[in-house]
């Protein structure tokens, strides 16, 4: 069964910090890895998807890398601004025949003060 | 395009109830998830419609069942409602040909009293 775990559940930073947020699962056989993000009693939004060929993923301020054969993703998030504050979800999309479904850490809780 | 649409947005119902929550896809996605989360937790998932089918199914009781309609959207039905039901429901539509695209509606918050 895999089972996706996240480190720190929680984070407090001062503006400007750079920070690393972890992610490790079980099963190597996924498919690909997104990393999510989601403010208070909101829905899910989708920052980055790596597939599981790739090594890393960049948009913006935010990277993503992926470690296979570890089971571990980071989630590197430069110069953080007061506007990242928000639950980070690590999720591995495990494949069937021809359907998949999602599997999600419980999440890391950032605080970024001004 | 309006995405992943939802309704209710909140809901309250008494323990014991029955409940429904709907879920519209984003356009030309023919594959609707259904997952729940409670608070503080990951979403996990509930089970998955295809081809108005359920597909594939979480560890949940059969007291949560579901629909899917010719139109692709989908019902998740909570029968006798525990308070342990309370959560954000999230429903998430995909294309059957790259399903790991997964995009998500903004939840149904259920409280159960």
């Known amino acids: 069964k895999q089972e996706v775990t996240q480190i720190p559940a929680a984070l407090s930073v001062p503006e400007g910090e750079n920070l690393v947020l972890n992610c490790s699962f079980t099963?190597?056989?996924?498919?690909?890895l997104q990393w999510f993000r989601q403010d208070p009693g909101k829905g899910l939004t989708s920052l980055l998807l790596?597939?599981?060929?790739?090594r890393e993923q960049t948009s913006g301020r935010l990277n993503a890398s992926l470690d296979k054969s570890s089971g571990r993703s980071t989630l590197y998030i430069a110069a953080s601004q007061p506007g990242d504050s928000a639950t980070y979800l690590c999720?591995?999309?495990?494949?069937?025949?021809?359907?998949?479904?999602?599997?999600f850490g419980r999440g890391t809780q950032l605080t970024v003060w001004p | 395009d309006a995405g992943v649409t939802q309704s209710p947005t909140h809901l309250i119902k008494t323990r014991g109830q029955q409940v429904t929550l709907r879920c519209s896809p984003k356009?030309?996605?023919?594959?609707v998830s259904w997952y729940q989360q409670a608070l503080g937790q990951g979403p996990q998932f509930i089970f998955q419609?295809?081809?108005?089918?359920?597909?594939q199914r979480g560890n949940f009781p059969d007291r949560f069942s579901g629909h899917q309609f010719p139109n692709y959207s989908s019902e998740l039905n909570v029968n006798a409602l525990l308070l342990g039901d309370s959560a954000l429901y999230l429903c998430?539509?995909?294309?059957?040909?790259?399903?790991?695209?997964?995009?998500f509606g903004p939840g149904t918050r259920l409280t159960v009293t």
């Open positions: 356009s030309g996605h023919d594959t």
């Open positions: 790596i597939q599981s060929s790739q």
């Open positions: 419609y295809y081809e108005e089918e359920e597909r």
């Open positions: 999720a591995v999309f495990i494949r069937g025949s021809t359907l998949g479904r999602l599997y």
């Open positions: 099963d190597s056989a996924i498919y690909n």
């Open positions: 998430a539509s995909s294309p059957t040909q790259s399903s790991y695209e997964q995009y």
